[in-house]
């Protein structure tokens, strides 16, 4: 079951705690405004972080290369992240489990050109 949850006004997740892997769509970068010289969509993204790491989640990180995991865009162009559970509800879901989620996930997210997770996506837990 996926949970669909707007974090402020500019993110959105949409998570599936059973296997503990969700996706945020961002707002566009060109869409950024800046109040008195500071990005309003860097601190919307700071605000979403916390608010995941409240409800015990996090975006992917790129293992040792820094940076999140970019899965792609919406039809609108909005950036898609990935996002996992520090506690899922399953600690070793099935690939079955995490191809299904991914499906789910891909149509709450609007995800556009993506039937497959990436490489490695299942094998990230």
Known sequence: M???????????????PVVGNGLM?????????????ASVHR????????GLARMGWAPWQHGRVPGIVHEGV???G????????VQP?????????LADAWRELCEASG????TLPRA?????R
């Open 120 to 124: 490695g996506w299942l094998s990230l």
């Open 78 to 85: 909005d950036p898609v992240l990935a996002l996992y559970a």
């Open 2 to 16: 996926i949970f669909t949850i707007a974090l402020g006004s500019f993110h959105t997740v949409h998570l599936d």
């Open 43 to 50: 601190a919307a993204w700071r605000d979403a972080v916390e």
């Open 89 to 97: 509800m399953l600690a070793a879901p099935s690939d079955s489990h």
């Open 25 to 37: 769509v961002c707002p566009r970068p060109q869409d950024d405004v800046r109040l008195d010289g």
């Open 74 to 76: 919406t039809a609108a």
């Open 111 to 114: 995800l556009i050109g993506s």
